[in-house]
Each structure stands twice: as C-alpha cells, then as structure tokens.
C-alpha cells in the first residue's frame, strides 16, 4: 500500500469519509485522495514524496503561491503575540479599510471565518432589511453549506449527483427558489409572478462550482434592474471570483454595484477569514447596531488577517493581475490548441486567475450544458495527470486556479503533458 493509501485508510476510522470536506475524498474521480505535506510555490508533494504541479491552490486562495514568503512571515509575526484575542484588533481596522478601499461597494464589512458564514449573514442580513423570505440562487452555484442554500447547489454537492442536501427542512428549502444560470427569461416571469416576495439574489458572478461558467452581459444586467425594481437586493458571492478574476472583481469586470458581497479564499490567503460588506444602509442593521444578529469567536482572527493583509498587498502591485491573466490565458489557449490539433471534445476557458477545462465541443452556458460534459472521459484525464504529476481539482465540476508562481515552464510543461496523455 502506498503512504496515501495507508492515511485514507486510517483517515475513515475516525472522519467521515476521511476527509473534512466531501470533494476531498475523490468520490467523483475514483481512486485515493492524495495527502499533502508540503506546499512550496506551484508545487505539492504527498505522503509519498511526490510532487505535483498545483491547480487547485486550496480551492482559490493560493493566488501568491504556497508558502508565500511575504504571507509566512506575517503569519509568524502576529502569531509571536498571540492566536486570538476575542476583542477588537487595530489590523482588523486595517483589513476592512483595505477591502472598502479596493472594493467601492462596500461601504461596511464585517470579517467572519468562511464562505459558508459569509454568506449565511448576507443572506440573514438581506431577509432582515427587506423584511421579505424568498430567496433566487441559481442551478449549479454553490454558496456554501448553509441550510437555505443546500438546494441544487454546485460543487461537492453537484458532484455527488445530489443536487440537494437531507437535513434541510422543507420549510427552509421552499423559500429559495431555483433557476437556470443565465436564463433571462425565467428570471423576469419568477420576478413578474413573486417580485414583491423576494429578499434577494444571491449568484456566483462567474460560477466555479459547475466547472467555470460565465454570465452572460443580458443576465447580469437583468439580475441588477429587476432587484432594483422589486425592491430586492443583489448578493454577488465573490467568495471565488474576489480578487482572483480581478483587481476590482467580477463587480469591476462587469461593472455592477451589487447592494451586498461575499469575499472568501484570496482575502485569507489560505487562513480562515471571509466577510461580507455593502451599502451602509443594509449594513446598519447588523448587530450590534442593528437587529440582524451574527457573531464568531474567531471572526477577524488576527493570525488569519494578516495573512489576508499580506496577500491583498501583494496582489495590488502593478502587474499583478497582468501577469496572472496572462499565465491562465496560455494555460487554456493551449488547452484549446490541443483539442483542434486532436480533433477532440476538448476545450477551456479563463477569467484572470481561474479556468475551466471541458471535455465538450463547446463552452458551457449553463449547468444543463455542463452536465453535457463527457465526465468519463474528464476522470480519465484526472487520473493520467495525477500520475504525471499535474493536480488538476478532483471533479469535472469545479474550476481550476494558477498562481503567480506559476512559471511559464511550468505551464508549458502542463501542455506537453496534456498533449501525450490526450492523443
Ligand atoms: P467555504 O465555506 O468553503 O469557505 O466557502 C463556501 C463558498 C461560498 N461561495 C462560493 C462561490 C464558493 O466557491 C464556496 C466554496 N468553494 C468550494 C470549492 N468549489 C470549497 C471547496 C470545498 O467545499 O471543500
């Protein structure tokens, strides 16, 4: 048995399925997790000393790179003074200055300590300021495992083949409404029919959790008119997209001022640290201010925000998302140049940081088009990746991340590899 076969082994006995989060195990892909113990750079190596060029990044938040020397050494820094405190910090001041400046939408934000909480308050928030209960999330995106959002959501969910959850009451489940991402017309007749009902929409503004799928100019320009219109609000989930898509994020791509925005990954720069902000009306009525209640212990942990301080002042370099664009584009020019070279259903797209790769004809336009994709044959290129040293995320729905430390070399060598295994 190989180093990671003997840690899954010994992984179930005492954690479900062996992994602390469901995409972990592999379930979709087949085969043993690999266990990592180091990170260094684009690179990994698992329990067997083998080293991998890594397209994952932790599910987004590695933009800098493992180990990013500028990150470690603030990490180390505020960890000589203390964990955590429970009571108020001077970088936190720091950090939501920072965030408000970079993003002007946000007017407020409050640091909590995961997508899922980021936008379980947002969502809580919109409900409590509009005084309404339906909520519109869209086929395919994930939001994180927050009750209300468990229904036909994306990424872990979508790969097990069950587009909702057990454990969430019904009650909760009929107050969010589902629909097709980027279909306009379906999302003006649920506005006409339920418009005055509707707390908010929450979308992802690139999805990443059916695979990368990009909206469309006429749906997100829906999205924003018919909220304004019902008196709804819009959540764009920038949990993925901040600050990876963008200097300025999918709201600066598209140029929207969403009412609220949920941050995550980058921003904590591998540390537990997400947060949710926006227009300063919305935002007075969170507690202690206001009467929508959240809280955390750890929330704006000062370990984790100097991670996340040290990574946003990097990433606001001149350049910075230059370079990373450039990187991604020659990533998935040359996965395109692949397929019309083979003459195979292979195909890839990317926005700044992020890529999809598609064993389809075409780019999917929504989760039914992705469901189009030929899975099989993705699980089979996973797997003769993996063996080849390249970890590409383990699910054919879910996007894929590069660095800045990414190399050309190594982007190169990605190719190469991609070009023996598919021909
Ligand atoms: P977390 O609770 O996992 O920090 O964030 C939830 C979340 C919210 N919104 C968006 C757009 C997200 O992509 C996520 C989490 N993304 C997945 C990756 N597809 C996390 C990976 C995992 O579940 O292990």
Redesign the pocket.
């Known amino acids: 048995m190989t180093q990671n076969e003997i840690l899954f082994a010994r992984a179930q006995r005492h954690i479900p399925g062996g992994v ?5 195990a592999f379930g979709s892909v087949g085969g043993t997790p690999r266990f990592f113990v180091r990170g260094e750079g684009p690179y990994v190596w698992d329990a067997d000393g083998k080293r991998y060029t890594d397209y994952v990044g932790s ?2 938040p590695l933009i800098l790179g493992h180990a990013h020397p500028a990150v470690i050494e603030a990490v180390e820094r505020a960890a000589r003074n203390g964990l955590s405190f429970g009571a108020p910090t001077e970088a936190e001041i720091d950090l939501a200055d920072l965030l408000c400046e970079m993003l002007p939408s946000l007017a407020q934000v409050r640091l909590v ?7 379980m308050s947002a969502i809580r928030l919109a409900r409590g300021f509009t005084g309404r209960n339906k909520l519109v999330k869209f086929e395919g ?5 927050a009750d209300s ?1 468990l229904v036909k959501a ?3 969910l979508l790969t097990f083949g069950n587009p909702s959850s057990a454990g969430v009451p019904a009650a909760v489940a009929n107050d969010t409404l589902v629909l097709p991402y980027n279909d306009v017309p379906a999302l003006k007749a649920l506005f006409a029919a339920s418009g005055s009902e509707i707390a908010a929409i929450i979308v ?1 503004p690139v ?3 059916m695979n990368l799928v990009q909206a469309s100019p006429e749906f997100i320009r829906a999205m924003r008119q018919l909220t304004q219109q019902n008196g709804a609000l819009l959540i764009y ?5 901040g600050f990876r898509v963008d200097l300025h994020c999918a709201q600066g791509l598209h140029n929207i001022t969403p009412d609220l925005t ?1 941050l ?2 980058v921003i904590g720069g591998g540390m ?1 640290l ?1 947060a949710f902000g926006g227009r300063a009306d919305i935002m007075a009525k969170m507690a202690p201010l206001g009467p929508v209640y959240q809280a955390g212990t750890l929330s704006g942990n000062p370990v984790a925000v100097a991670a996340g301080l040290a990574t946003l002042n990097e990433i606001r370099k001149s350049g910075f998302f230059e370079d990373l664009s450039s990187k991604t584009r020659q990533l998935t020019d040359g996965f395109n140049a692949i397929g019309q070279e083979l003459g195979i259903p292979f195909c890839a797209q990317s926005v700044g940081g992020m890529f999809g790769v598609y064993f389809a004809e075409q780019l999917p336009h929504s989760y039914a088009e992705v469901m189009q994709c030929d899975r099989a044959r993705f699980n089979a290129f996973f797997h003769a990746m993996l063996d080849a040293g390249v970890y590409l ?1 383990p ?1 054919a ?3 894929g991340f590069v660095s800045t430390t990414h190399q050309k070399s190594d982007i190169q060598q990605t190719l190469t590899t991609t070009t023996n295994i598919l021909r």
Do not use: I, Q
């Not at 602390?20 to 972990?24: A, I, M, Q």
């Not at 300590?113 to 936008?119: D, K, L, N, Y």
């Open positions: 602390n989060s469901p995409v972990r599910w987004g300590s995961s997508g899922t909480e980021a936008t995106c994930y939001h994180g495992h959002l994306g990424s872990g992802e999805a990443g959790n989930d920038e949990v993925m997209t949920t995550g990954k537990p997400a995320a699910s729905f879910e996007a």
